[in-house]
């Protein structure tokens, strides 16, 4: 028995969604315009989609467990269970309006024009405040909306804002943030729960690993008792002598939000020749 897994075919989403795969040591081909893939040596079928149609996909069964954005869900909610956030894909949804529109709040927005292709999302936010506005759905280019005179403001999915900026808008409000998800049909077969729960396993331990870093560093001695305390690692670092006596080398774990903070400590606690190396798996 299979697991299938529908991913998004040539998008935002798709390298990062092969890219994670492979990390967890899941290799098949997917040769340009490919379909479908069978994974070499792990219980998977893969099937390449647009995104918009994975959660259909996966809530009729064609696909027991797919990668879509959040913001398609929130869209468009279907019979499917949302079960670990991917790390990737990383946008917001947002409304902007143009540079000359001088914003300070949501009710300016009142009875504006907002072209979107998120309407259900929209309406929501603005219904939820209180606020009643023209939401106009439109399937793409929204950014372009304003300066064409379809709309008076938009709202889109936004990640650096360069595009909002180059056709002259302006972020005013995040309405969703979201990243890319992993969701799974309803009704799973126990195997291939099994199977799906061999596949968290790994995911989680990449997901683990890109929030690390492995250091090494060599250290006085006499500095050691407080270099230690500064690397918590997993239990306490390896130390290992060096051949000039004195002087040991640490190896330890550390988590990338307070790396910088932990490497300047580091070396105003006299360690020396620090090396930093990316982990590919964290199994914990
Ligand atoms: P498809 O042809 O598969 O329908 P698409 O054009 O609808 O593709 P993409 O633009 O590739 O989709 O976006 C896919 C997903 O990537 C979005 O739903 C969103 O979750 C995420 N994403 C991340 N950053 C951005 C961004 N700056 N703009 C749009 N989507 C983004
Ligand atoms: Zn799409």
């Known amino acids: 028995m299979k697991l299938k897994i529908a991913l998004q075919r040539s998008g935002r989403l798709s390298d990062g969604s092969t890219g994670l795969l492979r990390k967890c040591g899941i290799g098949f081909s997917n040769g340009l315009g490919k379909l479908r893939a069978e994974a070499a040596d ?16 996966v809530a009729d069964g064609v696909a027991d467990i797919g990668i879509v954005g959040e913001n ?87 990640s650096s804002g360069s595009t909002l900026f180059s056709n002259g808008l302006r972020e005013v409000e995040t309405v969703m943030s979201s990243e890319a998800v992993l969701i799974r049909r309803r009704d799973l077969e126990t195997e291939q729960q099994a199977i799906l729960d061999k596949l968290l396993f790994r995911i989680r331990s990449v997901k683990a690993a890109a929030q690390n870093k492995y250091i090494l560093l ?23 002598p060096l051949a000039d006596e004195g002087w040991v080398s640490l190896h330890s774990v550390v988590s990338e939000t307070d790396f910088w903070e932990v490497v300047d400590a580091l070396k105003n606690a006299g360690a020396e020749g620090i090396l930093v190396l990316s982990i590919d798996q964290m199994i914990r």
């Open 42 to 57: 792990f219980p998977l079928e893969i099937f390449f989609l647009r995104d918009d149609d994975i959660p259909d996909y």
């Open 72 to 158: 398609v869900i929130a869209e468009n909610p279907k019979a499917v269970d949302t079960i670990e956030k991917l790390g990737f894909g990383r946008c917001r949804l947002s409304l902007a309006v143009p540079k000359g529109f001088e914003y300070s709040e949501l009710s300016q927005l009142a009875g504006k024009k907002i072209a979107t292709s998120y309407p259900n999302i929209l309406r929501e936010y603005f219904a939820s405040r209180g606020v009643s506005a023209d939401i106009h759905e439109i399937s793409g280019s929204v950014e372009i909306a304003p300066s064409i005179g379809l709309a008076d403001a938009v709202c889109d999915l936004v």
């Open 218 to 240: 060599n250290a006085p001695v006499e500095r050691v008792d407080e270099i230690k305390r500064l690397l918590p690692g997993m239990r306490s670092p390896s130390m290992v």
